[in-house]
DNA sequence: AAAGACGGCAACCGCACACTT
DNA sequence: AAAGTGTGCGGTTGCCGTCTT
């Protein structure tokens, strides 16, 4: 929190403007002057400021900022204090990583809604908009130096559409089997993107909805090793941070019997459901307004068409039950696709990066 | 062991919108 | 209706700790 070296709390925050040199305004005579406005501090919160801010919104709730600091006479202003309130010192953060099933519901929630943090933040509760736009533009970043496309791949909407089959019976539409020979490509683009390294592949859902019925055994060997085990190799190494993603992800560890709890922002099947909850999205993957930010694309890359049939985008859907009846044999597809052609992966010229098979990219 | 690169995070800034006067 | 004010949001920056070479 105060990582600034020279900004160890002190008794008060007017001794905190003498102290912090960084980031704020000084008067050229080092005093204020009695007309002039007060000087408003910068940069890092002390303990002392936390206490008047927590104080004060204990007493007068939160909003009107601004009068924040004429009633505590603490030196912020009002948005950095809403700031300080929201991101910090508001009761029921959450704090610490992002568990993989917030990651996977990050990416569906970017998918879309673009760059709208705050209508992110209030599908995960306890997270700040902050925090998830930190926690997307550092994944974004390290996508883009690795050379790889940077907005999650159909996969991932594969796997959260099967996973909520598996849970909560939504049998919208799905990928019929026959469809699923779009799969393939799908499977192999997102693999050979990098995705398969680092976002669980279909294989795990599939470990997931076998475990679910009893059948795990052989489908967990199948899924082992994972995609690869030690970033040795030179396009694995953009990936050697995420090796804690990887032991969640692909874990061997004991595994829940349950899937993931993709409940988040499906509000109404979640137990004990916040009630600052928004209405839940809708959980279909299929065509709906989307807003696309700038730095998205509208229209689908090669494999990312193929996905958008395989999810159902542009096919036929099936009706409820053959979804049901299909799910099954969908699986065992899958396994087939995923075991009989093992996605080959091209580093690009230059080494770290990758290339999509079929063209496109971003 | 040291230096550079990178990741994570907190905080600020500017803009836009909503509400009030 | 217009101006002023408060608030929210997204983009960006800077710092520090960790990791890699």
């Excluded at 082992?224 to 190494?237: E, G, L, N, T, V």
Aim: proline share 11%.
């Amino acid at each position: 929190m105060e990582k600034s070296p020279g900004a160890a709390p002190t008794s008060s925050p007017e001794e905190e403007v003498a102290a912090d040199g960084r980031g704020h305004v000084e008067d050229a005579t080092g005093q204020k002057e009695q007309a002039t406005p007060v000087v408003l501090k910068k940069g890092p919160w002390t303990a002392a400021e936390d206490a008047m801010l927590m104080d004060h919104v204990r007493h007068h709730g939160e909003g009107n900022w601004n009068a924040v600091q004429r009633v505590t006479g603490l030196l912020r202003c009002g948005k950095s204090c809403r700031l300080r309130w929201t991101n910090h010192l508001r009761p029921n953060l959450k704090k610490g990583s992002f568990s993989p099933d917030e990651e996977l519901l990050i990416a569906q929630l970017h998918a879309q809604l673009g760059n709208k943090w705050a209508r992110m933040a209030a599908h995960l509760p306890g997270r700040t908009d902050n925090e998830i736009k930190n926690y997307w533009n550092t994944r974004t970043k390290r996508r883009q130096r690795a050379g790889l496309p940077v907005h999650p791949p159909p996969e991932v909407q594969l796997q959260l559409a099967l996973a909520r089959r598996c849970r909560y019976d939504d049998f919208s539409p799905l990928p019929s089997p026959q469809e699923l020979s779009g799969v393939q490509a799908l499977v192999g683009a997102a693999a050979s993107a990098g995705y398969a390294s680092s976002r669980p592949a279909p294989l795990d859902l599939a470990r997931q909805l076998t475990q679910t019925t009893n059948q795990q055994t052989e489908t967990v060997q199948f899924l082992s090793p994972p995609p690869f085990s030690a970033p040795s190799s030179p396009w694995a190494r953009p990936f050697a941070r995420n090796a804690q993603y990887f032991q969640l992800a692909h874990s061997s560890s004991p595994v829940s019997p349950t899937t993931p709890d993709l409940s988040l922002g499906y509000g109404a099947r979640s137990a004990g459901a916040d009630q600052s909850r928004l209405p839940p999205l809708s959980p279909s993957p299929c065509p709906r307004v989307v807003e696309l930010p700038s730095n998205q694309y509208a229209q689908p890359t090669p494999p990312a068409s193929a996905a958008a049939t395989a999810l159902g985008g542009g096919g036929a859907a099936l009706p409820d039950h053959q979804n049901a009846a299909s799910l099954e044999k969908m699986l065992r597809e899958l396994h087939d696709v995923i075991k009989v052609d093992p996605p080959a992966l091209v580093p690009a010229s230059g080494g770290a990066a990758l290339e999509w098979h079929g063209g496109g990219g971003e």
